[in-house]
Structures are given as C-alpha cells and as structure tokens.
C-alpha cells in the first residue's frame, strides 16, 4: 500500500469508528431546523451533509482541515524558487488532514506522473466534437470518456465487499487527478492553437506541467496556476459541484461519472463559468465606455444599466459568504506582488469599490462583496490567456482536488445514497392549514 493511501487508511478508519460512537449516542441529537424559506430557497444553510477536506465560514471564508488560505500560502510546501503553494500539497492536507513535507509533496508530484497516461480513444473522443463545442463540454465528454478505466467501476463488476470501496476510489481518484491537467491542456490546444500540442514535462510539478502543457513558460504563469489550482479547490461540500460529486458518487458511480457531473454543475454561469462572464462582462464595459481606463463613475453607469436589463453582477455576491472572499483577495495580494498596473487589474479593483454599495443598495442582495469568480479573468489575461471560455475548465482541474479526496473520505464512512424529501405546494398548503 502506498504511502498517503496508508495514512489514509489509518485516518479515515479512525474516524469511521468515532462516527459509530458519536451515532450511537448522539443520533437523534436535533442539528438544524428548516424554515419554509430554505425550502424553497434552495436549502441554503441546512445542515445536511458531511464532508471532511474544508469546512466554509460566512464571515471568514473557506478553511481546509483548519488552515486559511493565508496559512496554506505560508506553511504548504512550494516548488524551487517558487513563493506560492503546490496544489499537491493541498490534496495531501485535504485527504489525511496534515500538512505534508517537501518530500511528501514529491511523492504525489512522481506518483501522479506515473498515473498520468490517457488512452488514445480519450483523445479521439474529444476530437470527435465539433472544435467549437464549449471546452467545458469538451472536459466532460473527455472525463467520461475516460470511465472505462475506473478501477472502482471493474471491481464493483467482479463483486467487491463493501469495505474496499475506498480503496478502488482512491486509485481513481488519484489516476483522474493525475490525467486531468493533460486532458484540460489538450483541450485548449485543440480549439485555440491548431491542435499543436505540448507534451508533458515531467520534471514539472502537477501545476507548473500544466502551465506548459496549457503552452505558457512565463514563470508568473505557472506561479499564478499554482495558486489557483490551490484556491479553486474545495469550498466546502455544499456548492453545486462539491454537491454534486457527492450526490452522483452516492449511488455507487465511479469517480469519473461523479466528477464528470460535477464538471456540468461548475459549467453554469451561476458557479465556475462566472470567471469567463466577468471578463466577457468587462471586455463589453471597455468596448461601450470606449476606454480601456475608466473612471470609478462610468464603471458605476455601466454596472447600473447590467442590473437595469435584468442580469447580475457577475462575480459578486455568493450563498454563503458574507464578506470578500478570501480566493479573491490572494489573487488581489498575488496581483500587488507581481503585476505592475495592468489595465485590465485596475479595472478589477475598481469594480471591488463600485459595485458593493450598488449592489447593497438594491435592498436584497445578501452578499455584495467579490467572489472568487472576479478576480482570476484579469491574471489569466495578463499573462495573455484571452481565451475567456475556456477559464472554466482551469477552475475544474483544481476542483478535483476537493470534491475527489471528499469522495474517499464518503467511502471510507460508508455514507448511503443521498435522498433528501421533496413535497408540493399542496403539501405546502395542507400543512400550513393544519398547523
Ligand atoms: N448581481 C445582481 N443581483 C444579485 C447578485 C449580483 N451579483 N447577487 C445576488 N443578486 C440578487 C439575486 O439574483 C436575488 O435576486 P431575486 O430575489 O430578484 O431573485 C437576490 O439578489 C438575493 O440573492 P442572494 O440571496 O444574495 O444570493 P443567492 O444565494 O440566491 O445567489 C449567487 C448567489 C452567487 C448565485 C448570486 O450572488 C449571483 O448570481 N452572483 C453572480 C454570479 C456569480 O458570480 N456566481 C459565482 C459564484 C461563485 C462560484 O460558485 O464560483
């Protein structure tokens, strides 16, 4: 057994046991109570789920097994001369819950290179869509594609006990994590240069070998990949795409099948597809104010006439923080550090100042701060990615990270298919009346 599935085990057998312990006597312990508002409010804020690599506070925003993002920059191991964390860390802390060592980070970064082969149907598959067919779409289909080699899904198939099922789903899990990045790249050399693909460099860590394969050497590139793929990763298990691996995973589907649906989720304009609606949303501001600098006033008449049509602000507000969002704010900080006045980045911080009392101002919204979704557009093209559909699929590369170590931790617990009660607005009505 291999080193992190090891301590895995061990950690997440540990706390299968006090689970047990905590059911047996607290079971019918009440944890929540539901209003009819969250009923039809799209169950914000029930308590209803469990998930182990982070945890999301309104206020303060996202923590993984405990630390902040500001902690995860410092105290995660980083590649040579690299001052931001390595994603592969982060998966490490997520699954067993300790910051790993350098030599540890390596052992994933070899490990997944290892797992990193994709059969040729994959890629022919891909290449079977229309060029321009969404990259999201694109990184499902390739996702899916992928399925035949779920380990979880052959073993399933030969009759495996139940307490293995963790097992199978780390090894897919792990091999899907180690495949995506040369899917992803694969993906936007495809549709955006000709399909002139970059192959993989293995020297690389997980991150910086995407950068490259994405076609990009700048080493601010692949520093700011680094720290996105660490920041997208989980948000704790009740987004859309967190949600939604759990939800499909719960019926036995494989990682690729669960991941795959996730990746439907995150391609909504609602969740991860914000990111290229921000920038698609400010390149239309530049082109109607005629200026690539405008001043606080104009981007405010801007965002009025956005909200006057009926649209939302995107990359503003969220369904549960209630303050800038910390994602938003390292990339905000990475910006300060390393970008020198950038248009398009003044722009973004300009926004930050305009739009909270507007949106504040409308009375209903509950968060008028900046989402992560604000700020990563305007990175990605100052290192010259202004190909603004396919940000999405970066966000789900990252993604995996949580939603994936959440899907090992949901087999070890042996946690059941999810089936929550729906009722009617006849249901409704009655009960109201019979109360
Ligand atoms: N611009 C305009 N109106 C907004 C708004 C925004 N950015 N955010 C919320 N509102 C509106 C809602 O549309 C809703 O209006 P109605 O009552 O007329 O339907 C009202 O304010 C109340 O909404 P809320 O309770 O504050 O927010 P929700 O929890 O319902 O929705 C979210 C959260 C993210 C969908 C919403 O803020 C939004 O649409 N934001 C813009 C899209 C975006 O940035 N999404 C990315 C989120 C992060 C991610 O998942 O990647």
């Known amino acids: 057994m291999d080193q992190l599935k090891q301590l895995f085990y061990e950690k997440s057998q540990q706390t299968a046991n006090e689970v047990k312990e905590l059911l047996k006597v607290h079971g019918n312990t009440r944890v929540d109570d539901v209003n ?73 970064t070899d490990n997944w290179v290892q797992r990193s082969n994709i059969p040729d149907y994959v890629f022919r598959t891909i290449d079977a869509l229309p060029v321009d067919t969404h990259p999201m779409t694109q990184f499902s289909v390739g996702i899916l594609a992928m399925q035949k080699t779920s380990v979880f899904a052959q073993k399933y198939a030969a009759g495996m006990k139940k307490s293995d099922y963790w097992d199978a789903t780390y090894e897919d899990s792990m091999n899907l994590i180690a495949r995506l990045p040369r899917i992803a790249a694969y993906i936007f050399r495809r549709i955006y240069h000709n399909n002139d ?103 405010a008449t801007y965002v009025k006439s956005t909200l006057d049509s009926g649209r939302v602000v995107p990359g503003y507000g969220h369904a549960v923080l209630r303050k800038p969002d910390p994602r938003y704010m390292a990339q905000k900080h990475f910006c300060e550090e390393n970008i020198k006045d950038d248009d398009l980045v003044n722009i973004v911080w300009n926004i930050f100042e305009v739009v909270p009392p507007i949106l504040s101002s409308l009375g209903k919204v509950k968060n008028p701060w900046p989402n992560v979704d604000a700020h990563s557009g305007a990175v990605l093209l100052h290192y010259g990615m202004k190909e603004y559909n396919y940000y999405t699929v970066i966000f789900g590369v990252s993604r995996a990270l949580g939603v994936l170590a959440a899907q090992c931790w949901s087999r070890a617990l042996g946690l059941p298919l999810e089936r929550p009660k729906s009722v009617t607005t006849e249901w409704v009505k009655q009960y109201l009346s019979d109360k």
């Open 36 to 108: 009819l508002d969250q009923v039809y409010g799209g169950m914000r804020d029930i308590t209803c789920m469990i998930w182990e690599p982070s945890l999301l506070d309104s206020e303060e925003g996202i923590r993984f097994r405990g630390y902040s993002i500001p902690e995860l920059r410092e105290k995660l191991p980083h590649a040579p001369n690299s001052k931001e964390p390595l994603p592969e860390g982060l998966f490490w802390l997520m699954l067993v819950g300790e910051i790993p060592t350098g030599e540890q980070v390596k052992w994933i």
């Open 197 to 299: 693909h970059v192959l993989p460099d293995i020297s690389l860590d997980w991150g910086g070998n995407f950068a490259h394969m994405l076609g990009y050497n700048d080493q601010g590139f692949r520093e700011y990949i680094r720290l996105f793929l660490t920041i997208h990763a989980d948000h704790e298990g009740g987004n859309a795409s967190a949600h939604t691996t759990h939800l499909v995973g719960s019926t036995l589907s494989d990682p690729y099948l669960s991941f795959s649906a996730a990746m439907n989720a995150l391609a909504g304009p609602l969740h991860g597809l914000a990111n290229q609606e921000v920038i698609r949303w400010i390149q239309k501001m530049v082109e109607t104010i005629g200026t690539s600098k405008p001043t606080k006033d104009q981007i």
